[in-house]
């Protein structure tokens, strides 16, 4: 009876500390700053934020999202070297290759990840809500980069 017990506890064991990792693994990899370069809508190739933020051509725009500790989301964007506004929202990671983001009037939904190259990635949705207009639940493409910007041009295929 001994005999039994040991491997199912190690099992047990195993079990536990895999699962754990890949929560810690995951989080630690998404937490971080991150650049939203462009974020388009229903297959479209506009990039909305030029749209949508104001100065954001003008003023040289930039949307950053903080990940943060439990969840804890943070997007800020600037305009010539200014905050000029900033939304506190919440991120998840449900799965490995999937991101959710709940944080202003056009991020809010489930995302896949994709890496396109390096610290440059392609998070696509079928069912991110969008407020703004109110243009409701459409399929978007948000181009983002971890640490720096990059040109969401180099991301296009």
């Known amino acids: 009876m ?7 506890l190690a099992v047990a064991t195993l079990t536990i500390l895999l699962t754990g990792c890949y929560k810690f693994n995951q989080n630690l990899i998404m937490k971080g700053k991150w650049y939203v370069n462009a974020f388009e809508v229903s297959g479209g190739n506009t990039n909305l934020m030029e749209g949508v933020l104001p100065d ?35 991120w998840d990671m449900p799965h490995k290759d999937s991101v959710t983001f709940v944080i202003d009037k056009f991020i809010n939904g489930t995302f896949l990840i994709e890496q396109v190259k390096g610290d440059a ?7 991110n809500d969008i407020e703004f207009f109110n243009i409701g639940v459409v399929p978007t ?4 980069s971890r640490g720096e910007y990059i040109d969401p041009n180099t991301t296009k295929p």
């Not at 001994?2 to 199912?8: E, Y």
């Not at 950053?64 to 500790?69: E, N, R, T």
């Not at 493409?141 to 983002?144: A, D, K, L, P």
């Open 2 to 8: 001994k005999l039994f017990k040991f491997p199912l």
């Open 56 to 90: 954001y051509v003008s003023g040289k725009g930039q949307y950053i999202v903080y990940m943060l500790d439990n969840g804890l989301l943070r997007g800020e964007y600037y305009t010539n070297d200014t905050l000029y506004y900033f939304r506190t929202g919440y």
């Open 121 to 127: 990635f392609l998070l696509t949705s079928d069912d």
């Open 141 to 144: 493409v948000m181009r983002i």
